[in-house]
């Protein structure tokens, strides 16, 4: 069974904070991507990875960076956290020769 | 970039009706995918159906890629149908998402 996991399901963190989320699969999945969803929005896709130590932006990269050092995980960097950051953040994985997409659970971030 | 618009936005059943969301998208694609989100926000994968046919259970997908449309049809509703159900489609890119359907079914 495929299996995306995300550090935390909710998170509670103040303006000016640096903050982190973690995503991990254990599929071998080369790629990898991290997602916001706001109500009546969907899902807007932030940064994307095709492999190791690459990163491409999405739609909305504004205010977030990414890290991918391993295969298997994928990070989520919040430099500085401002309120219009509070949202659900869904990370998801993908065979390079495959068209199926995997997602982990969501963190649900408040930014106060 | 690829548009997508899901209709309805938002759909309230009784237990044991039928449904049909409808995803509509700009470009020609040759990746189209049906998600649900439960209640609980995790996006379960319902079909991978860029053309033609797929039938699960209940469930049920249709895709006609030249006219750019793709249907899911949802058979004798049941409550833990509820949720949200996403359209996501590519070309040669990641995937575009809908805004999605919610579905609220009553027992």
Redesign the interface.
Known sequence: DVKVTQSSRYLVKRTGEKVFLECVQDMDHENM?W?RQDP??????IY?SYDVKMKEK?DIPEGYSVSREKKERFSLILESASTNQTS?Y?C?SRKTNS?????G??T?LTVT | GIQVEQSPPDLILQEGANSTLRCNFSDSV??L?W?HQNP??????LF?I?SGTKQNGRLSATTVATERYSLLYISSSQTTDSGVY?C?V?GNT???????TRLSVIA
Not at chain 2, 40 to 45: A, H, M, R, Y
Not at chain 2, 94 to 100: A, D, N, Q, T
């Open positions: 991507f997602y009546g929005l969907g899902l807007r896709l994307f999405g659900m869904l998801a068209y199926e997409q995997y997602f659970p969501g649900r | 040759n990746n995918q998600f609980w926000g995790q996006l379960i994968n991978y860029p996403f996501a590519s990641p995937l575009v998402f809908g805004k999605g």
